[in-house]
């Protein structure tokens, strides 16, 4: 297991930019894929990015193509989702996971096993 925590969250103008970050504790960090999903009130976790325990491989949500960017650093233990062009429907609590080891997880959130506690994202218009 791996601890987690987000940060970067607040209240940017629709057009604007945040990067969420995601520290974890624990020295099997670097050996997990990491993946950022989002929650809107009343809604599903929904996928939003996902990276390979190594940063070589992506995935993103239909929603975060061409706008995110899921990055890693492993020697700070650290996630990141770089956002831009943020509309006001990306107003989410946005939470990161941890998934498989060595390899890369997909976009089902039953496929991670470790969670942040979020951290809100409100885009106005």
Same mark, same amino acid.
């Given at each position: 297991q791996v601890q987690l925590v987000e940060s970067g969250g607040g209240l940017v103008q629709a057009g604007g930019s945040l990067r969420l970050s995601c520290a974890a504790s624990g020295r099997t960090f670097n050996s997990? +894929?990491?993946g950022?999903?989002?929650q809107a009130p009343g809604k599903g976790r929904l996928f939003v990015a996902t990276i390979d325990w190594i940063g070589g491989r992506t995935d993103y949500?239909?929603? +975060?193509k061409g706008r995110f960017t899921i990055s890693r650093d492993n020697a700070k233990s650290t996630v990141y989702l770089q956002m831009d062009s943020l509309?006001?429907?990306d107003t989410a609590v946005y939470y990161c996971a941890a998934g498989a080891r060595y390899g890369l997880s997909g976009r089902d959130r039953t496929e991670y096993h470790s969670w942040g506690?979020?951290?809100?994202?409100?885009v106005s218009s």
């Open positions: 997990y +894929a990491m950022w999903f989002r949500g239909d929603s +975060a509309k006001p429907e506690q979020g951290t809100q994202v409100t």
